[in-house]
């Protein structure tokens, strides 16, 4: 279970980015989290993986605070950013095995897990290459395949999907539903309704560092009217409100 207890993070007097969130996300469960740009979904994920500290509050995966038992945590989670940062002028094999090794996983577990997950997302013919001749899009699936080799319990995935082929998204999210359904958790934002529609158990929406929403997304209708979820995201953030009038061009 993942358990954000007023989550703050602040840069400066005046930047309030993530404001007294608090979030919790029961094992077996996709969790969505949604919001608009700026509104403080990669800041809160950022807290939540350890790559920063919170002003104030805690974040506890499987009952362990995170900047106490730091190592502990990571070792549970499967983490992807919205960007695959990944060492570039390494292969793509070099990379899968230093992350294995980083977690410790046994050579057998690794050639098995390794060998079914580089299949699935078909990097067979590009893994001995060296990253730097990568797409966008192949980056993308070695950062995922480097996520979940060690088989974590908790996926934690910043905008997962971007960059993905419509096969490798339609597999990615097979494995989400098969990795709750299996009593884990995945946490993971996106700003494609449609995705967050059909997959997720429950939402949050965050807008301007603070959570508007949280609950399934019928309970959303049952508050805003039965709509589509893009249709209640925007008037849950008042987005209509700033759209672009285009009319200029009829």
């Keep these: 279970m993942i358990e954000l207890i007023n989550l703050t993070k602040r840069f400066g007097e005046d930047i309030v980015a993530v404001n007294n969130v608090n979030l919790q996300v029961k094992e077996g469960k996709i969790f969505g989290f949604l919001g608009p740009n700026g509104a403080g979904k990669t800041t809160t994920i950022n807290m939540m993986v350890g790559l920063s500290i919170p002003t104030s509050g ?27 940062l990944i060492f570039e002028k390494i292969t793509g094999i070099v990379y899968l095995n230093f992350i294995c090794d ?17 299949k699935m997302f078909k990097l067979e013919k590009a893994i001995n290459d060296p990253i730097l001749t990568y797409s966008h899009g192949m980056k993308q699936k070695l950062a995922l395949i480097a996520a979940l080799i060690h088989e974590p319990k908790n996926w934690i995935l910043d905008e997962p999907i971007v960059g993905l082929d419509p096969e490798s998204a339609f597999i990615l999210k097979n494995l989400m539903k098969k990795h709750a359904s299996n009593g884990n958790t995945v946490f993971f934002s996106t700003h494609i309704m449609e995705i967050a529609e059909k997959i997720c158990d429950e939402i949050a929406i965050i807008d301007k560092g603070s959570i508007v929403f949280q609950g399934t997304i019928e309970e959303l209708r049952q508050l805003r009217g039965n709509k589509s979820l893009e249709q209640l995201f ?12 285009f009319s200029y061009l009829d």
């Design 234 to 245: 925007l008037e849950v953030t008042k987005s209509e409100s700033k759209k672009v009038d």
């Design 102 to 118: 980083v977690f410790e996983v046994p050579l057998e577990d690794r050639k098995r897990r390794g060998s079914w997950l580089i």
């Design 58 to 84: 805690k974040v506890i995966i499987d009952g362990l605070d995170i900047e106490k038992y730091p190592v502990q945590v990571k070792k549970n989670i499967g983490f992807v950013p919205d960007e695959p």
